[in-house]
């Protein structure tokens, strides 16, 4: 048995590493004395270790005596009521230097202030002077409309939205007395005001400026003729409005009116004469002009992508021909990647096609950068993209390609109001050695990119033989996923969650299995990824959802305890934007109670937009469903989820749990978990457990629950019924 000691020096341990590790700034200050601090404070205030600040007045770290006391007298009223104080202000480095930070303090106990408090600090000093410079750009722009020497106005909807003071003094009109209004007010007639927005309206919708020269009125009816130019601020999205330029060309009209009618009187005759033949003439250019650009569109739109204007298939196979060609010659080796996108589907179908096109095109453009000068880089359609790479040496330039490709890909991509991080899988074949034709070659990049996107995100693999069979494996699979989806092939297993401390069973997981038909059990691992590619997922999870709700009725209606019942989601799942009445119909259609559903989520969801999860998951949570997190440390490393989300459980990774008996590490990990959940208010379910030696660590450690191939592996709904029918009242440990 462990001594108390012990484990109060082991919790200690576990806290100076987070503390020491952390990468923000942490303070211990009593008496507003720095008591404790980590490194990262310490570098946050221009100190190279925390040894430099322990014992000194926090008073050091502010610009002044005066900043010093404001904040003592903003911060003590929330604190001393045991709320958070957060704010956001100027403080010193050692050096002298002052910068923006986000400072969070709390009290350790409000009933003994005198304890002291915990400070949080974070170095904003850039987020600051970006805000700043946005603002600085803002004001600029505002003075460059002002003093424009033109009139400008903003429509939106050919309603006024703002103008500058020429565009109002032009019309005659005060201050302001345009906006709101229709451009109507500048028109002439109604026929005017009609006919020139049916003018302007296609230019602008295809992106291009609208220029003309315009016979407008002022407000008191006199006519008066304008240069305008118009340019719409988004020509994917006209409600967006449209920007309008206009110069009064009044007296230059009346001037060139003259100078015209003067001309006109000198040169009648000559032009009566030459009318014809300059009128010939003319035409016979313009035609010869026109018939060669829509040659040369023609010629683009056949070998190019509409959406991203790269090379689209047929200029690829021309590429990739003269490529061999040039390498049968000189003896060299060409390379053909074949290059998808991880997660574009989920994307696509998240935030829709507008928002996909967008993101393909700017991958694109940033594939265009990243290849090298002599390569041919194509789009296939949908997510899919081929580089041909001619006259390669080794695989050496095949992985620098690679790696520039993957650099690239880096950075998140902004889409709108969102940003997007992608990857690409990635399959390559060679020439000579996996083919001698372009469709050989295109075929097996293909297959070795399906190989690579199987294993992970972000990879690549080379062309072998062995992928020529997985590939037919692969199709063969995703043929029988249809037959078992429209046959109803699949089954509900259920696994024990047990009560470590009753040993007796608190809940169930619903796991999917799939016995194949003349190959037997399937595991999860390998139809599970290929159901996901196939868009199958959906379909499925509500399937599970539906019978292991119906199957926890029937166990109560038999006079069973009533245990909760959980079902996996997936980040697809919470996409849908039905998934909240999906889950609500079922409970209804089904009579479960609410309180005996739970939810399981991976840490992967949290990929997604954490607002709209959150939403989603407080709906189901108001209602009485559980929410758990599965896998919990395995996947999404941010923690500041846990406070967001509606969450009553997180589940330990059996990766954990497998070597907890002989890696104290993993122990330690275990442990911290289980103290951190309870902090939060969480239960805690470890999983995998497989021998009495983890479950007494796991005890030990605090954990309550379980589920592993000690109590029971996943069996069918009938041996469940009979483990419930005759639980045990403990379990050795």
Aim: hydrophobic share 40%; net charge negative; proline share 4%.
């Amino acid at each position: 048995m462990t001594k108390p000691g012990h484990d109060l020096r082991q919790t200690l341990q576990e806290h100076q590493v987070i503390l020491e590790n952390a990468s923000i700034g942490i303070a211990f200050i009593q008496q507003r004395i720095i008591m404790r601090c980590n490194q990262r404070f310490a570098e946050i205030y221009g100190h190279a270790t925390p040894d430099t600040l322990v014992g000194a007045s926090s008073q050091s770290l502010y610009p002044s005596t005066e900043a010093f006391d404001e904040l003592g007298q903003a911060a003590y009223p929330q604190l001393s009521v045991g709320q958070a104080y957060r704010t956001r202000i100027r403080m010193k480095r050692l050096d002298g230097q002052l910068f923006w930070c986000s400072l969070t303090g709390k009290l350790i106990d409000t009933a003994f202030p005198d304890n002291g408090s915990v400070w949080i600090v974070e170095d904003i000093d850039e987020l600051i002077q970006s805000e700043q410079a946005v603002q600085q750009l803002v004001t600029e722009q505002s003075l460059i409309l002002s003093h424009a020497l033109v009139g400008i106005v903003f429509l939106k909807n050919r309603l006024v939205t703002r103008c500058n003071r020429l565009f109002e003094e032009t019309f005659g009109y005060g201050p302001g007395e345009l906006n709101g209004g229709t451009s109507r007010q500048w028109y002439l007639t109604d026929q005017d005001w009609l006919a020139g927005g049916e003018q302007c309206y296609e230019p602008l919708a295809r992106g291009e400026t609208f220029r003309s020269e315009m016979r407008l009125g002022k407000r008191d009816g006199t006519p008066i003729w304008c240069d305008v130019l118009a340019k719409a601020i988004d020509p994917n999205d006209m409600g967006k409005g449209s920007i309008w330029i206009t110069l009064d060309i009044t007296a230059r009209r009346a001037a060139e009116a003259a100078l015209a009618h003067a001309y006109a009187d000198l040169e009648r005759q000559v032009a009566a004469r030459t009318r014809e033949l300059s009128h010939t003439v003319h035409n016979l250019h313009h035609e010869i002009a026109e018939r060669q650009l829509v040659e040369q569109k023609i010629q683009h739109l056949a070998l190019h992508d509409t959406l991203t204007d790269l090379p689209n298939r047929r200029y690829l196979e021309q590429s990739l021909a003269l490529a061999l060609t040039q390498a049968k010659a000189s003896g060299q080796q060409v390379a053909v990647l074949f290059l998808d996108l991880d997660r574009f589907k989920h994307i696509n179908d998240a935030f829709g096609h507008a928002v996909g096109d967008e993101l393909l095109l700017k991958v694109a453009q940033r594939l265009r950068v990243a290849v090298p000068a002599q390569a041919t880089l194509s789009r296939q359609g949908g997510d899919e993209f081929v580089l041909v790479l001619p006259a390669v040496r080794s695989r050496v330039d095949v992985d620098q390609s690679l790696a520039r490709i993957a650099q690239a890909l880096v950075a998140p991509i902004p889409l709108g109001s969102r940003e997007a991080r992608v990857s690409c899988s990635t399959g390559i074949s060679l020439f000579p050695d996996d083919g001698l034709t372009p469709d050989a070659l295109l075929k097996h990049a293909d297959m070795a990119m399906f190989s690579a996107k199987s294993k992970s995100q972000g990879g690549h693999q080379y062309f072998n033989a062995r992928l020529d069979v997985e590939s037919q494996q692969r199709i063969a699979m995703e043929q029988s996923l249809h037959q078992a989806v429209q046959s109803g092939g699949f089954e509900v297993y259920y696994q024990p969650q047990v009560d470590i401390a009753t040993g007796r069973i608190a809940g169930v997981e619903a796991l999917i299995r799939w016995h194949r038909p003349g190959l037997g059990w399937e595991p999860p691992s390998n139809f599970i990824p290929v159901a996901e590619d196939m868009g199958l997922i959906p379909v499925l999870g509500a399937w599970v959802l539906e019978k292991a709700c119906e199957q926890a009725v029937q166990w109560q209606q038999a006079g069973l305890p009533a245990v909760r019942m959980a079902v996996n989601v997936s980040a697809l799942q919470l996409d849908q934007t039905d998934f909240v009445s999906t889950v609500l119909q079922t409970l209804q259609r089904t009579g479960l109670s609410a309180d005996q559903l739970e939810l399981e989520l991976t840490e992967s969801v949290m990929l997604n937009e954490v607002d709209r999860t959150q939403q989603t998951l407080q709906q189901l949570h108001a209602v009485g469903v559980a929410i758990s997190i599965d896998d919990f440390g395995t996947g999404y490393s941010s923690l500041s989820y846990l406070s967001r989300l509606p969450l009553d459980k997180l589940k330990v990774d059996r990766a954990f749990v497998k070597d907890i008996d002989t890696r104290p590490s993993d122990a330690v990990l275990c442990r911290t978990i289980v103290a951190m959940s309870r902090n939060l208010g969480l239960h805690v379910t470890a999983e995998g457990v497989e021998t009495p030696a983890q479950l007494r660590l796991l005890a030990d450690c605090g954990c309550t629950q379980f589920q592993g191939y000690l109590f029971s592996r996943p069996v069918p709904a009938t041996q469940l019924a009979k483990l419930l029918a005759t639980q045990t009242h403990g379990i050795a440990r």
